[in-house]
């Protein structure tokens, strides 16, 4: 038997000699209410098992509901990251340099410099028509930066401008230039997420 009952049905024979019967009601239910106050949680959870278990079948509800749009989720992003590996795996088109360019407001010389393609190979792809899956993973890292600029600068002028210009929390290098290296892409990419925070930098 719990010792809060226990303690109550003492004080309950304590007063029944004394008091009159609404006086003892009024008695027995201030002093059930006085220790049900002072129960620690644990022994609340464990004088309420099937309030915890409508909790716990709740929360598990709440799950499986999530768990459909999560799935799709999910398998729309693998589905679309899968392509994208493919696609550098086959070699961008050289097409997708020459956007890249336009959105960086840089020259194919400057671009193809970062990129570290050399203007004797970017020719040869000019020819060819695609890029080399090394160049194209290089590619594909600045214009996931780029999307990611647009989202927070609102403004493809501003884009321009902010790659294009030396900045203190990159150590005074342009954005452009320090994001040659997957290392230095993550590093903008961060940057830019606390601009879009409001984060002052």
């Known amino acids: 038997m719990p010792k809060t009952t226990k303690a109550v049905r003492t004080r309950t024979m304590a007063i029944s000699s004394t008091e009159t019967e609404p006086q003892k009601l009024n008695v027995v239910q201030t002093v059930k209410a006085s220790y049900a106050s002072k129960l620690t949680l644990p022994n609340r959870i464990k004088q309420a098992p099937g309030s915890l278990r409508a909790h716990r079948m709740h929360a598990k509800g709440l ?15 693998g589905k679309e990251l899968t392509e994208i590996i493919e696609e550098i ?51 594909h890292r600045f214009e996931k ?9 609102e403004d493809k002028d501003a884009v321009i401008v902010w790659f ?7 150590g005074g290098k342009k954005p452009i230039d320090f994001a040659d290296t997957i290392p230095g892409s993550e590093e903008v990419e961060r940057v830019l997420r606390r601009m879009e925070q409001g984060i002052i930098l």
Do not use: M
């Not at 509901?65 to 398998?75: F, G, H, R």
């Not at 294009?164 to 990159?170: F, G, K, M, S």
């Open 63 to 77: 799950l499986l509901k999530l768990e459909p749009a999560w799935a799709a989720s999910a398998t729309a992003k």
């Open 145 to 153: 930066l780029v999307k990611t600029a647009v989202e927070v600068l």
């Open 164 to 170: 294009n210009t030396p900045q203190i929390v990159l």
């Open 89 to 139: 795996k086959t070699g961008y088109p050289v097409q997708r340099f020459e956007a890249l360019k336009d959105s960086l407001g840089v020259s194919e010389q400057y671009l193809a410099s970062v990129c570290g393609i050399s203007l004797a190979s970017l020719h040869r792809r000019k020819k060819s028509g695609s890029l080399t899956p090394d160049e194209s993973e290089k590619v």
